[in-house]
C-alpha cells in the first residue's frame, strides 16, 4: 500500500475497511479506490477478496480479536464496518456479530488512536412503516435487537462516529442515495430499496466532506429523477453522489 495519504477529510485518506467481502464491502473497495484513497481490507478469509491495487492491503484477521485489528489499524485515518450476518443467521437469530464486533472495534480503536468510526445498521430500527415493514421486524427480530445493541455501544462511546440506516438492499450500479439526520428519506415501506453501491457512495461521500458526525443517518434511493435537488417535500437530506 503506498503512504501519500493525507488526514480525514483531506484529498486523499486511509480506510480501514471490516466486511470487505460482503456486498457493500466489494463496492465500497471500488469506490473508494476508485477516488484515490488508500484501504485495508481486514478479513478473515483474504482469498475472496479479488480485487488488486497497489493502493489496497489485504490483511487476515478475526473480528473478535481485539490487538491483531488495533496493531492493523493503527495509522488510519478512519475505520468503516460494513459488517451484517448472512440471511440466515438474520432470520434465525443466535448470532451477536454486530454486537460483539462493533466492542472489539471500539476497544481496537481506542489502542490505536483511530477517531472515526462509521457501521451501517438498518432503517427497520426506524418507527412505522406499516404492516409489511412490522413483518419484517419480526421476521429477523434477534437482528434488530443485535443491531440496536450496536447503536447503544456506539453512540456512548468516545469515537467520532456516524450510524447509516439503509432500506433493503438490491444489486444496481445506481450510487445515487438520499440521506436524511435521525429519520428516514421519505416513506419507509416494505417495498423500498437502495443500491448497495449507493451506501457505500454514501459512506465514502461522508467521510470526504466530513459530514453527520455523531449522527443516525436514514439513507433511501433517490425518490425522483434528479440528482440536483431534494426530492420530496420536506426532506431535509443530502443527495448523492456529489463528487465522482
Request: aromatic fraction near 4%; charged fraction near 20%.
Amino acid at each position: 500500500m503506498t503512504n501519500n495519504t493525507s488526514h480525514l477529510g483531506g484529498n486523499t485518506m486511509r480506510l480501514f475497511v471490516l466486511g470487505a467481502t460482503g456486498r457493500t464491502g466489494v463496492e465500497l473497495l471500488d469506490l473508494a479506490l476508485a477516488r484515490g484513497h488508500a484501504v485495508t481490507a481486514f478479513v478473515r478469509s483474504p482469498r475472496k477478496i479479488m480485487r488488486r491495487d497497489e493502493r489496497l492491503a489485504v490483511v487476515e484477521g478475526r473480528v473478535d480479536e481485539t490487538r491483531p485489528m488495533a496493531a492493523a489499524m493503527t495509522r488510519h485515518d478512519a475505520v468503516v464496518s460494513v459488517l451484517g450476518p448472512t440471511p440466515w443467521q438474520a432470520i434465525g437469530g443466535g448470532t451477536t456479530l454486530m454486537r460483539d464486533s462493533t466492542t472489539t472495534v471500539l476497544s481496537a480503536m481506542e489502542q490505536a488512536g483511530v477517531k472515526r468510526f462509521l457501521v451501517v445498521s438498518s432503517a427497520l430500527l426506524f418507527p412505522g412503516g406499516g404492516p409489511g415493514v412490522a413483518f419484517f421486524r419480526s421476521l429477523i427480530s434477534h437482528h434488530v435487537r443485535d443491531l440496536r445493541a450496536m447503536e447503544l455501544a456506539i453512540e456512548k462511546s468516545a469515537v467520532d462516529w456516524t450510524i447509516a440506516r439503509p432500506p433493503r438492499l438490491v444489486m444496481t450500479r445506481n450510487e445515487a442515495f438520499a440521506a436524511a439526520e435521525s429519520s428516514f428519506p421519505g416513506r419507509l415501506t416494505a417495498g423500498i430499496s437502495m443500491s448497495w453501491r449507493a451506501v457505500a457512495a454514501y459512506l465514502v461521500n461522508a467521510l470526504e466532506q466530513r459530514l453527520h458526525s455523531h449522527r443516525v443517518i436514514g439513507l433511501s434511493r433517490v425518490l425522483d429523477d434528479s440528482k440536483n435537488r431534494v426530492a420530496a417535500p420536506g426532506l431535509q437530506g443530502h443527495i448523492g453522489p456529489v463528487r465522482r
